[in-house]
């Protein structure tokens, strides 16, 4: 008979979980609100826009924009 041991199914439980969850969609859409500040400067025509950007060359390659991001608002 073979003998597993507690912490060995625990373990095959974890892995089954986490493979389980990995497959499901994000909570929010990209298109989500990110804070109530993002709103804020929307309605007064501040927006500085997403914080990613779809590189043209390569569109599996995701740029992040900081800079525009972390810009003062003005």
Do not use: W
Request: aromatic residues 6%.
């Amino acid at each position: 008979m073979l003998r597993i041991g507690l912490h060995t199914l625990v373990l095959i439980g974890l892995a089954a979980v986490l493979m389980i969850s990995g497959c499901t969609d994000p909570l929010f859409p990209k298109s989500a609100e990110r804070s109530p500040y993002q709103r804020y400067s929307e309605l007064r025509g501040k927006d500085r826009g997403g914080a990613y950007e779809v590189d043209p060359n390569n569109p599996m390659k995701i740029n992040r924009d900081l800079r525009r991001r972390l810009a003062p608002l003005d």
